[in-house]
């Protein structure tokens, strides 16, 4: 099974940019990133597939998230703009997918550890 690890995350006022990588150990056929805040039930948040140039977003964060990956080294990469304090949650990395549904959690095999995003209002 692949192995994530993630880096990035923190702490950031409203209206403010945080960007997380995920490196795989290996190829992997999808990667994405979740997000869990305390009580709530983990959420898809933008998922991608290799080789693909279509990602998939949640309403939530179109338009303010970037997925991005660099194939050739195994890392996807999330560029959150414009943050808003509903963004604050645990960060999860996903890869290795199972099933067709690229924003549900159950799609993946594989999970990183998670990173803490907080943003301040």
């Known amino acids: 099974q692949v192995q994530l690890t993630e880096a990035g995350g923190g702490s950031v006022q409203a209206g403010g940019s945080l960007r997380l990588s995920c490196t795989a150990s290996?190829?992997?056929?999808?990667m994405g990133w979740f997000r869990q805040a305390p009580g709530e039930e983990r959420e898809g948040v933008a998922t991608i597939r290799t080789g693909s140039d279509s990602p998939y977003y949640a309403d939530s964060v179109k338009g303010r998230f970037t997925i991005a990956r660099d194939n050739a080294k195994n890392v996807v990469y999330l560029h959150m703009n414009r943050l808003k304090p509903e963004d604050t949650a645990m960060y999860y990395c996903?890869?290795?997918?199972?099933?067709?549904?690229?924003?549900?959690?159950?799609?993946?095999?594989?999970w990183g550890q998670g990173t803490q995003v907080t943003v301040s209002s």
């Open positions: 290996g190829y992997t056929n999808c």
């Open positions: 996903a890869a290795d997918c199972v099933a067709e549904k690229l924003l549900a959690p159950t799609s993946y095999n594989a």
